[in-house]
Nanobody
């Protein structure tokens, strides 16, 4: 049974930082590329960042580039998102996701967590 459990969200002032974590189980974490997405009320889900199996390749949305850092610890089956210099427009629910196929950095995301709320006040 696949489980992705996000944590680390909260309320922070603009300019502040948060670190999100995603604890994974049941999906062969070390062989699966992972990503973070976000969705604000009334808006479509938005890609944030993705990372390769070994953590050596990553890609970011332009809106977060230079402020957010995605990383992973395969020994702990955990995905991270370090978010610095947060802006009110980063307010959203953040979701951890795993790609469908093993041993590839491409393809659809099939496994999703329940999300963690991030609220940035101005």
């Amino acid at each position: 049974q696949v489980q992705l459990v996000e944590s680390g969200g909260g309320l922070v002032q603009a300019g502040g930082s948060l670190r999100l974590s995603c604890a994974a189980s049941g999906l062969t974490f070390s062989r699966r590329a992972m990503g973070w997405f976000r969705q604000a009320p009334g808006k479509e889900r938005e890609f944030v960042a993705t990372i390769s199996l070994g953590g050596t390749f990553w890609y970011y949305a332009d809106s977060v580039k230079g402020r957010f850092t995605i990383s992973r610890d395969n020994a702990k089956n955990t995905l991270y998102l370090q978010m610095n210099n947060l802006k009110p427009e980063d307010t959203s629910r953040y979701y951890c996701a795993g790609r469908r196929d093993l041993d590839t950095t491409t393809g659809p995301f099939e496994y999703w967590g329940q999300g963690t709320q991030v609220t940035v006040s101005s």
